[in-house]
């Protein structure tokens, strides 16, 4: 019931966080993103996105590995 409950959160919380626009540019990459036009800049801004969640979603995967085998070995003892 418990892992029910936090995997309906977690999917509740990625569907809100989808609503919203996000931009994800420095200031030098907003000002690039302006002289190329609007579909480039989409395009620019879902890249930056991209490469931004990257590093969570490894240490993520990583954290899950580890508490798992953490969690056999304490059913073992």
């Not at 994800?24 to 879902?46: D, F, H, I, V, Y």
């Amino acid at each position: 019931m418990k892992k029910t409950s936090i995997l309906i959160l977690f999917i509740l919380s990625i569907l809100l966080v989808s609503q919203f626009s996000v931009e994800a540019q420095c200031s030098l990459c907003t000002k690039t993103a302006q002289q190329m036009g609007e579909k480039p800049a989409q395009g620019m801004n879902s890249g930056i996105l991209y490469l931004m969640m990257m590093p969570f979603v490894i240490v993520g995967f990583i954290g899950f590995r580890w508490w798992k085998y953490n969690k056999a070995i304490e059913e073992q003892s």
